[in-house]
């Protein structure tokens, strides 16, 4: 075999090998495509939208009962728990896509690492609260976990129109 | 002191001759504030509206580790970059040295106490239209901090907006100095929302689009703004019902000011989640709830 065949195959089997990696670790179908990893991080931060939006419905009195409340609640605790790695994976910032989240989210990694940790706790204390069932409680707690979504929201995502 | 003595005296009258039935609405003539609450002392007034008036955010440079009120926060706009000044009571950098009067010309006009102009980037279009009384409690507030001795930091700007004399001539065209008497025919609740989102909010600052030299645009009033802070997009909040806020209910409203939830289930961030943060989370319900009704009455504008 000459050097040139050689290389091609190197470079093929470490592709391969690294494709086997990422592939495996994100648990994503196209995990090397950046845009198709913005989108998956926005229908995650759907998921967790539409479950707050639902407990906020049940707040306001404005149509959604108890029982859609603690759906919703589910989504956002099961939605939160997610590797804030595979959420935000590199290369995924504004650019690539329709993507929002600012470049400084990985320049400050363990800022948005401990925000993205600390919605999964106070979902869980909602998800209580609702179980509880103390209106003014929910309503707290709704306060708390929207709190934990802003301080990211905050420093890390452009707005967009 | 300065606010509570008219509405005594204004109270009076209506107390003894009608007897209970004269809550409807401000007393006739007088000054929109209708504070959340007279109780205390000056500078624990102040602190509530210290919170109402967002002053913490601009006047602290929270990302380089600057002291409370001490300035220096970079403000990106289109005019060039200003650098927020320290609000602290330190005399040499800070206001130590300013005068009831002072005070209250810097933001009734725009002036400092040594005559020159202020940038409308201080947003004194809107806080004109505060209280002399509320302005001298927000005093007492400030006054009752801790003095930093940072200096202030010059503004980066390019010509002819660098150029300070010219700001008279833009606060002839623009400024209508307050305050603004209440609107007898709404209800006090309108009335205090109006105060708490023109005067202390300033929410048409961000929200109004701005003119070639930076004056709120009346005719867009709260209509959004393309080109807000750090080139954020603003969005629009009159009852447009495309993308203001038309279809909204009042508790839509009254949670996004509380918590940052939208209608959606979006938690806003950006320059919003801030003053979320600093400012509406911190009001009383009742004044969400009055802000809430005053911008549902905003004419649409899309």
């Known amino acids: 075999m000459n050097n040139r065949v050689v290389n091609v195959l190197a470079a093929t089997s470490v592709a391969g090998l690294l494709f086997a990696l990422f592939g495996l670790s994100s648990g994503t179908a196209g995990a090397a495509d950046p845009a198709a990893q913005v989108k998956e991080r926005q229908q995650t931060m759907k998921a967790m939208g539409g479950g707050l939006g639902a407990v906020a419905k049940y707040v306001k009195g404005e149509g959604a009962t108890a029982e859609d409340a603690s759906k919703g609640v589910a989504a956002l605790v099961a939605a939160s728990g997610k590797d804030p790695k595979a959420v935000f994976p590199e290369g995924t910032e504004v650019g690539v896509g329709d993507s929002a989240a600012k470049p400084e989210l990985w320049k400050n990694w363990s800022k948005a690492q401990s925000d993205w940790g600390a919605v999964q706790p106070a979902a869980q204390k909602l998800q209580a609260a609702l179980q509880g069932g103390d209106r003014a409680q929910v309503a707290q707690a709704l306060a708390a976990t929207s709190k934990t979504c802003g301080g990211c929201h905050e420093d890390f995502r452009i707005k967009k129109n | ?302």
């Open chain 2, 1 to 302: 002191m300065g606010r509570t003595l008219p509405v005594v005296v204004l109270a009076l009258p209506l107390a003894f001759a009608g007897g209970a039935a004269a809550d409807d609405g401000a007393p006739g003539g007088a000054v929109a504030s209708m504070p959340a609450t007279t109780a205390g002392s000056a500078a624990e007034r102040g602190a509530y509206l210290f919170h109402a008036a967002g002053c913490q955010g601009c006047h602290t440079a929270s990302e380089g580790g600057g002291e409370p009120l001490a300035g220096g926060r970079a403000l990106k706009t289109p005019f060039g970059t200003f650098y927020t000044p320290n609000i602290t009571p330190d005399p040499a950098n800070g206001i130590g040295r300013w005068s009831d009067a002072d005070f209250i010309r810097a933001f009734r006009e725009g002036v400092r106490p040594d005559g020159t102009a202020l940038y409308p980037a201080f947003p004194y279009a809107s806080y004109t239209l505060m209280t002399d009384g509320d302005l001298l409690d927000l005093k007492a507030y400030l006054f009752a901090q801790t003095a930093a001795a940072a200096p202030n930091k010059p503004h980066d700007l390019s010509p002819p907006f660098s150029w300070r004399f010219l700001l008279p001539a833009w606060q002839w065209m623009y400024l209508t100095p307050g305050p603004r008497p209440d609107e007898p025919a709404r209800p006090a609740a309108w009335n205090r929302g109006r105060y708490l989102v023109d005067a202390l909010g300033h929410c048409g600052e961000c929200h109004t689009p701005r003119n070639l030299l930076g004056a709120m645009e009346a005719d867009r009033y709260l209509a959004g703004n393309p080109d807000g802070p750090d080139g954020d997009k603003v969005p629009n909040v009159t009852g447009a019902t495309g993308k203001g806020i038309g279809g909204w209910s009042d508790g839509d409203l009254t949670l996004l000011l509380e918590t940052g939830l939208t209608p959606e289930g979006d938690v806003v961030g950006g320059a919003m989640g801030e003053v979320v943060r600093n400012s509406t989370s911190k009001l009383t319900a009742e004044d969400r709830a009055a802000i809430a009704a005053y911008l549902k009455t905003v004419p649409a504008v899309e």
